[in-house]
């Protein structure tokens, strides 16, 4: 990998560690409406992926879909404001955080039903197909998502039609409080693609640098229409379930351990400076402009006006 790829994906790692962070500390603060779900620990997913999507390719996420949303160009401005509740937001302050879409960056959402965005990007590679563009469509989703009848039915629909999509199961630990080994009765998830006839692989979700080449190559193999696959990248969730999660599930040891034993921007920060594609003092000073461009995002945030109420039919109905 050259220096410039490893330092655009960590760039866009320490935006979405710092948005998380940030996030937290806003809703301590009571300024958060709703509730947050944080992406902290498996910001190698989202980067490693969305860094072969061009704009018009599409994704779907999930109610953890902060790391989707940033990974894929989003301004970080309109994100704290949709958060905040500010007409400036994605959805001018009315979705909140697990809501936020934005269609030219192809963003067709997130989604705060399990599994729910799976049918939609199916649909999406089906617009790519009918049209003949070489457009592809990539599903964000949890290990407890890998279990909805939405995600069996989509991927059976895909691999007979070919269609150009990838399902990304970003396997955590945990759905919501069920760990994942209480939820299959395989050790391998990505076996399950060999009932659709698809490739199914299995990276470790905290190295980058494998999920970045096992993505692209399976991004590559679908504009060249030869259909869908499954990518399984396993990696662990620094925080609860949501903002507040009391945690009972997980032993003392998990929780304080999880983030320094399991941090994928350290392992970054690691192979990075190990390879000399840079030093740790430039990896600092992105670090910092993280930091900066995060303090500013919030102050724009936090100047924009509050939502307003709904205007009917305006903001219900399309034009």
């Known amino acids: 990998m050259d220096k410039k790829t490893a330092l655009d994906l960590y760039r866009v790692m320490r935006r979405i560690r710092d948005f998380e962070e940030r996030s937290s500390a806003l809703f301590a603060e009571g300024k958060v409406w ?7 620990g498996e910001e190698a997913i989202a980067v490693g992926v969305c860094a072969h999507l061009r704009d018009d390719d599409w994704i779907t996420s999930t109610h953890r879909g902060h790391g989707h949303c940033i990974a894929k160009g989003a301004d970080l401005g309109r994100m704290y404001a949709e958060l905040l509740g500010r007409e400036t937001g994605y959805c001018r302050g009315r979705g909140g955080s697990m809501h936020i879409a934005d269609t030219s ?42 279990n909805q009848g939405g995600f069996h039915e989509s991927a059976n629909l895909a691999a007979l039609w070919k269609l150009p999509v990838v399902y990304v199961c970003e396997v955590n630990q945990y759905a919501e409080s069920l760990p994942v ?13 060999e009932g659709y006839g698809i490739p199914g692989v299995r990276v470790n979700g905290l190295d980058v640098r494998e999920v970045y080449k096992a993505a692209g190559e399976l991004i590559a193999r679908a504009r060249r229409g030869e259909g869908p ?22 032993t003392k040891e998990q929780i304080e351990g999880w983030k320094t034993k399991f941090d994928p921007i350290a392992e970054a920060r690691r192979w990075i ?7 740790a003092a430039e990896l600092d000073a992105i670090d910092a402009d993280a930091i900066e461009e995060a303090k500013r995002a919030v102050a724009f945030a936090e100047s924009s006006p509050l939502a307003s109420p709904i205007d009917l039919p305006g903001d219900v109905y399309a034009s």
């Open 105 to 146: 960056k192809g963003n067709l959402g997130a989604n705060g039903i399990v599994g729910g965005g799976i049918p939609i990007a199916t649909g999406a590679a089906l617009t790519a197909k009918q049209l003949g563009t070489d457009q592809v469509a990539v599903s964000f989703f949890g290990d407890g998502a890998a």
């Open 273 to 279: 400076v190990d390879a000399k594609l840079a030093t």
């Open 181 to 193: 080994e209480r939820e299959f009765p395989i050790k391998d998830i990505s076996k399950r693609a």
């Open 229 to 250: 696959s499954f990518l399984v990248a396993e990696a662990y969730r620094h925080e609860g379930h949501y903002y507040g999660d009391p945690r009972k599930y997980q």
């Open 34 to 40: 709703g509730t947050i779900h944080s992406y902290a």
